[in-house]
């Protein structure tokens, strides 16, 4: 009888201990986050899981989707119906103004050739659908559905019909993700439209941006239009930016502090346009070619000709 004493095997307390593979699993995880932050190395290993994911977050989807759009079916019947007697208005109040449009860009093509003047690029882009927003709270970024397959890069700028909304910064297979301008991390080189004073205005996280570096005495006010400058060949110049709605001037400070509110939707789902600025190169300078004295060409500038000695 004193083998029936014998305690079960234990079945639940072979391996480490649940502290050491605790510890073990956080030493992975942060060294898998430092890699990635340091050299970009898991990039690809991110793309295959969205190429992956992406048809189930779709799926996933699909019923809100439905439901969506089927209150806006019914909601935007009697929106619709108003909108269309404000467009009739609309169109013959402006009618004047659109006969003559194309008259005055011709005129206006006309006049630039004349004083030998650069025209001004033409915006061109594809409209994209705005998915969802990101998952992390401490940034502004709204994935669209347009990535790779349709040609979408990093770097190229969104706008909706009131003005910028952002810039993508990551581009996956049938999706990209959009920075928008109230990110903290964005910042857009600006004019004041009135002035034409140049500068750059930030995102400060909040829905709002910040116009800085502007010395405290400089000529801005509550009202002013932040349009972009173009300087830095991502932004075409003339969009809509923001719009100054507090000035904080303090004599002890060289700048003051210029707050706005963006003019474009940037909070709303929708839909927005994803431009390309990509300029070809411009053609190569062509080389001036002189024929030597044995028939052969030589390229090249003309050679200075040696001043001829003083004889004593």
């Known amino acids: ?27 992975i995880s942060l060294a898998t986050f430092v890699v990635d932050l340091r050299f970009r190395s898991l990039d690809l290993l991110r793309q295959s899981f969205a190429l ?11 019923p809100g989707s439905l439901v969506d759009y089927a209150r806006n079916y019914l909601e935007g019947m ?12 609309a169109k ?3 009618a004047p103004n659109l006969l003559r449009l194309e008259q005055l860009e011709a005129e ?10 650069k025209e001004r690029e033409k915006a061109k882009g594809q409209v994209a659908q705005i998915l969802y927003t990101a998952r992390d709270p401490f940034s502004r970024k709204v994935i669209v559905d347009k990535g790779q397959q349709f040609g979408i890069v990093a770097g190229q700028p969104a706008i909706d019909e009131a003005g910028v909304v952002g810039q993508v910064t ?20 600006v004019q004041i439209a009135r002035t034409g004073q140049r500068s750059v205005v930030f995102g400060l996280g909040n829905g709002q941006l910040e116009l800085r570096y ?8 509550v009202g002013d239009m932040l349009v972009t400058s173009g300087l830095d060949s991502i932004y075409l110049q003339g969009f809509p930016v923001a719009r100054v709605v507090n000035i904080e001037r303090d004599s002890a400070y060289s700048f003051a502090r210029i707050f706005g509110a963006p003019i474009a939707g940037v909070e709303n789902f929708g839909e927005v346009m994803i431009l390309d600025v990509r300029q070809p190169l411009p053609p190569a300078p062509a080389v001036t070619r002189r024929s030597g004295s044995d028939g052969s060409d030589k390229a090249g500038l003309r050679p200075k000709k040696k001043r001829a000695a003083k004889g004593h």
């Open 108 to 117: 206006n093509g006309r006049l630039r050739k004349l004083l030998v003047v």
């Open 1 to 27: 009888m004193a083998g029936l004493d014998h305690a079960p095997p234990p079945f639940f307390k072979q391996g480490p201990a649940p502290l050491v593979l605790l510890i073990f699993y956080i030493l």
């Open 92 to 94: 013959l109040n402006t």
């Open 52 to 62: 992956v994911v992406d048809p189930v977050q779709r799926v996933a989807q699909t």
């Open 78 to 89: 009697q929106l619709l119906q108003r909108e269309n007697e404000e467009l009739r208005h």
């Open 170 to 189: 990551r581009v996956f297979p049938f999706s990209a993700e959009v920075t928008l301008i109230t990110d903290k991390d964005q910042a857009v080189p």
């Open 214 to 221: 502007m010395p405290a005495n400089a000529d801005v006010q």
